[in-house]
């Protein structure tokens, strides 16, 4: 099992991008700033998509302009087109040259409006992209990797398919993928086909880098986080107080990520280090509650950290 | 890992327990009738507990004379003293000879106004109590087992301790112990306590069968629950919608009991059969939700089940 993790913060993102009407900006500024303060190395703040689709995003370039940028923090957005990618380039966000694509046809189409084919065709525009700004593409993302509203389950073969794909047309121009990360989206995923999956990836490609993408929509979150973590995953996506959902997934008020505050809990309970303050995850679960203005999903708010009444002693003994 | 579990159903007690004003008994029956039809061999509906205490279970023996019995379901209800045992006795509920006991002194004092010690003497009156009703005592429980919101942790020496000597009460009065709970009834257990408490119980006492009875207090539930099939545990608590809490656990609103049918729907992904109707399950979470008139816990109701995009060969792949 990984001793240390490192939790990349999805939930403003996450959070705002399905919100109508859209969060005001400044409660988007706050909400950085208290995470800023947690210990978070990095934080997923904005989407760079059309205010078309998603109005609730029409503010990316202002949040990043208006955040309080702590040293070390890195602030990150997404993008599903080049247009996007473009964008994200003018602004100083941090970005990470990636390639992305879907398991499911479907989602794809839904949430790309491309087939897998168009999109693992729109590849080379990325990488072309990514050079122009001296940016190294050194990561593939598989979305819907484990099971899809539409399509059902996902096989495996198509997850390790479309990660060999990524780093051929990766390979074809010239840059080395050290990191895979795979996207649950919709929630499909259990614990024993987390730790198939993982052993399938790492055996195809030992020297990939593994990271998780968690979504919490029927439950199982965190019973897969601890399956990953016993196959010696250290990389992980979260959402301060389960933040999140997706707009083009089929279902509407489902759960959202894996909650920051209580997958770190658990790890920081297991002995395994997360270098979060999870007192200050907690206030800031608090405040997206008050943003949001509803309960969030998040158990750790409501259930109590009682860290007063964990002797260090406890920890220490199940290291 | 074990092949199939048997799930012990306790929302409807665990859930109207805290309820102020208190739900209907029409609704009790209602949710009773409904649950009775989801392929469950045993729901726990009621506390005999006195009213002046919790008024919501004022008509535990009304409950049980006006449910719809379904033949091959327990019915069951739990008592905290011998004067409860003996009210359970005089209607047809189901009774289990057992032994409990709170591994917290606190917890166990705010629970049942004794004292550890005193709880122990207490022993022999049931166990007198069960033998005038030709009912073996076969059980023991152990609550806040693995942690206590008002002692921390609980260290594991403290729970084989009460293991030992409910067993050597059992033993002097020529029962024997066969069934051991360990109730997380506050939520502080992790998987990897999980795994350790159930490797020490098991290697002094093998011949035990281990049952587990986990709160999603802090959201590490199902991750403690894949953590014990792990370890071959088979028989599983769990409620409805995710019901429940502890009226004397110092977090009021804080999440309950593991959600039966998102665990069920776990065990179902990972090729474990339940025994379960998922979708009877999910339409009894939406009723819980109507009765108690708030959103529950639960995720599947709300992240959807799909089962017709769930093939039967992807459980047949993973089994």
């Known amino acids: 099992m990984t001793k240390n993790v490192v939790i990349h913060e999805v939930g403003p993102r996450e959070g705002a991008q399905i919100e109508d009407p859209p969060i005001p900006t400044a409660a988007k500024v706050a909400l950085s700033d208290a995470l800023s303060e947690t210990g978070l190395e990095s934080i997923e703040l904005v989407a760079f998509v059309s205010p078309k689709w998603v109005p609730a995003m029409a503010d990316a370039e202002d949040v990043l302009a208006r955040i309080t940028r702590k040293p070390g923090v890195r602030y990150t957005g997404i993008y599903l087109n080049v247009q996007g990618l473009e964008r994200a380039l003018k602004t100083d966000c941090a970005i990470e040259g990636h390639l992305s694509i879907s398991a499911s ?11 897998r084919e168009e999109a693992l065709a729109a590849q080379p525009e990325f990488i072309a992209a990514y050079k122009a700004a001296g940016i190294p593409v050194d990561t593939v993302l598989v979305s819907a990797a484990f099971g899809c509203n ?3 389950y996902i096989p495996l073969e198509r997850v390790t398919d479309t990660i060999a794909r990524l780093i051929a047309i990766a390979d074809e121009h010239g840059e080395r993928i050290a990191h895979v990360k795979l996207l649950d989206t919709m929630g499909w995923a259990n614990p024993e086909q987390i730790r198939r999956t993982i052993d399938a990836v790492r055996t195809r490609w030992p020297h990939l880098e593994i990271a998780l993408h968690l979504h919490d929509t029927r ?39 894996i909650t920051t505050e209580d997958f770190a809990f658990m790890c920081e309970e297991m002995g395994i280090s997360t270098g979060l303050d999870l007192d200050k995850l907690v206030a800031c679960a608090a405040l997206a509650e008050e943003i949001f203005g509803r309960a969030l999903p998040g158990h750790l708010s409501k259930g109590g950290l009682f860290r007063a009444k964990r002797p260090v002693s406890w920890v220490q003994s199940i290291a």
Chains 1, 2 share one sequence.
């Open 105 to 115: 046809e479907t989602f794809g189409k839904r949430n790309t409006n491309r087939t």
């Open 150 to 152: 539409f399509e059902g």
């Open 219 to 257: 439950g199982l979150g965190l019973a897969n986080a601890n399956a990953a973590l016993h196959e010696d995953v250290r990389r992980f996506d979260s959402a301060v107080a389960g933040l999140g959902g997706c707009p083009f997934a089929a279902v509407k008020g489902a759960p959202g990520n």
